[in-house]
């Protein structure tokens, strides 16, 4: 028998023998895991320093809304080792860092404070010490004004940041009379802190005539690049920004790093030397934006079988003194008040106001997170109600898959899955049997309480702001057959770069060890839009697969040609490019590509289809997709002290068809315990003079290990693709799972119930820290005491 070429062999593979290294929808690490945990891993702060760098540190406001009657730098001025001092004066063109085009935010505050922290000016000195301990030797005049520090007096004032939104379907008003039952009532959702391990942080570096290359943790590259233009005067392309990984972001560093960025631009222009300014994790919790806070007042009819027929919410917003991102985050918050459920009637409205706090800004799930705890609210306070199972509500009022499925914002959930997850998830955490030896556990122990609790979640993915929904991307191949891979997203610890690489990896069918990921820049990939909204995969996958391939077309029709074949007998498989009956390298082929003269560099572009959104109207399909979840939470509640644990949480999840299930998995998880976080420990919280108190780790309390659930069981949806065209039928990962935290605010609810015999709603406001556990537990023992409120 004759030997078999490399073609013949090739040809008896099946095609799923052997997989390249770092396919999609395999497990694969994070590309900088190892450097993450070993510190090779480069951040801002550790790029080596250029000679002559300056240190920049900013001048805080002590009040929290003043008019600024003198400002006197001298003393600051002839502080050692100070090089040069900067207010609003030192210009050269706007002095505004806003997001969007509201022009209401300033770089340094001119005549007047707007909150405890405003910066007034900057410092640049030979060292950090040298530069911190300067600027607290300003001396400041200030005549004070009155100050708004939170909801109710915003609500008061009536003074707004940005016009407001409303959401109708169908005829509300009409619906709740003519509803057999109805109720209302307010929740309070408190905001968070972002708590970023690698803090704000940005470095300059000037160049020729106006040129400046700025090194900036952000998540949105091209807006520090227009806003630090703005500031400088000088155009787009003069300014590159370059960011190779963040140490996290969570949406607090979409906008909030245009300060840290102008400031030290301003700096190196000014001074003609290079500039850094890392402030400390006291000042950069001070001045940069958290989570909206909001209080929400609702009102919902529904009959005896709870179902709900109509509701009225209106979100009430703390968004501090300028816009930032406040209008679509409080658009958000409405997109997402019905989670899971079909209203049929609704009316919902924001009401985004002015307070003199720091603005509020971007935080993982971006207003979904507060819109979706007002849903389960609500759905609580109607299982109350009805003396029904919170779950049984839930699933009562679940939209449908042909009909009861249109939004408040009229758009039409075409992908429904949330019933048979809810299902499956019931079954496999054994829900119904726990309640029942819940139950039972309580009544037999008159201090620690137990409660469980099942939370679903649906959630949009897309920007709300439709021109966001387009990227970039950038790939070459070298004659050596490696592949160097841009793309206009950032990474922030996510995986992106990870799963992007995997797709270009697919297209040419080679190990993921050949592409080589590079920092993000706008000098190479212009016009990009925040990595946010969880669409990172979506729109850079995307991007990068188009110009993979226009390559690999290029490629095919090059070896098509050179040697002789049809089109359709190149292929590109894991063993090598197959070109007729030749079974050629990868390497090879590019060579002989370059030796033909065949171009092996191309940029890629997507934009997302389907989306349009009319805000007037308040309609239109903001949303390619969704993507769904639930989790159970068991906790356990000491009603003598308020001190809870979590012993157990089940989490399905939906992904779509994963690109890479560990990644995946770790942002669920993640997610999850952010949102547990959000809404059980994290507490932001301002004196009557406006200074925020807890601006530290000593006095804001994250989740530490201790505090995961003891119990920790995630899964990932199976055999479930999008519905929709996205990358390799994937969904996206980043924000959806926070929103499953929220099933541990339902569990300590539930738990706090037991102490009146579940008869009343405890109406639980965020965070649920154990002084509001207590209190609520004191609160319906007088109640039921006194027999009030007994459902």
Known sequence: MPDKTPADINADIPAASRRIDGAVHDSRRHESAHKHVSGEALYVDDIAEPAGLLHVQLGLASRAHARILSLDL?????????????????????????????????????????????PLFAVAAETRDQARRAAGLAKVEYEDLPAVLDIAAARATGTLVTPP???????????????????????VIGGQEHFYLESQIAMAIPGEDEDVLLHVSTQHPSEVQHIVAHVLDIPDGAVT?????????????????????????????????????????????????????????????????????????????????????SGPVTDRALFHADNCYFYGNARMASLPLKTNTVSNTAFRGFGGPQGMVAAERVVEEVAFATGLDPLDVRKVNFYGTTDRNVTPYHQTVEDNIIGPLVDELEAWSDYRARRQAIRAFNAANPYLKKGLALTPVKFGISFTF??????????????????????????????????????????????IGRIRITATTTGKVPNTSATAASSGS?????????????????LVEFAAGHWNVPEAAVVFTAEGVRVGDRLLTFREVVKAAYMGRISLSA???????????DRAKGQGRPFLYYAYGAAVAEVTVDTLTGEYVVDQVDILHDCGDSLNPALDKGQVEGGFIQGMGWLTTEELWWDAQGRLRTHAPSTYKIPACGDRPRRFNVRLVQNSPNVEDTIHRSKAVGEPPLMLGISVLHALSDAVASVAGHKICPRLDAPATPERVLATIERLRAQAAAGEGMA
């Open 603 to 613: 940029t890629g572009y997507y934009k997302t289809p389907k989306i349009h959104w």
């Open 74 to 118: 001298e003393a600051v001025r002839r502080a050692p080792g100070v090089v040069a001092v900067f207010t609003a004066a030192d210009i050269p063109g706007d002095n505004d860092i806003g997001a969007g085009l509201r022009h209401d935010e300033p770089l340094f505050a001119e005549d007047v404070v707007q909150y405890h922290g405003h």
């Open 241 to 325: 920004v370059e960011v190779r990984r963040m140490g996290g972001g969570f949406g607090g560093k979409e906008t909030q790093a245009n300060l840290f960025a102008a400031c030290v631009a301003l700096v190196a222009k000014k001074t003609g030397r290079a500039a850094k300014l890392r402030p400390d994790r006291d000042d950069d919790i001070r001045i940069t934006g958290k989570r909206h806070d909001f209080e929400v007042d609702y009102q919902v009819g529904f009959d005896d079988q709870g179902r709900i027929l109509a509701t009225d919410m209106l979100f009430a917003a703390r968004c501090g003194f300028a816009a930032d991102l």
């Open 165 to 187: 939104m409303t959401l109708r379907l169908g005829d509300a008003e009409a619906a709740l009379k003519a509803a057999p039952r109805t109720l209302s009532g307010r929740i």
């Open 466 to 511: 439709t021109p966001y929904n387009q990227g970039g991307a950038l790939i070459h191949i070298y004659t050596d057959g490696s592949i160097h891979l841009n793309h206009g997203g950032t990474e922030m610890g996510q995986g992106l770069n990870t799963k992007v690489a995997q797709v270009v990896a697919d297209e040419f069918q080679v190990d």
């Open 538 to 554: 979506d729109i850079n996958g995307k991007a990068a697969q188009n110009a993979a391939r226009a390559l690999k077309a290029r």
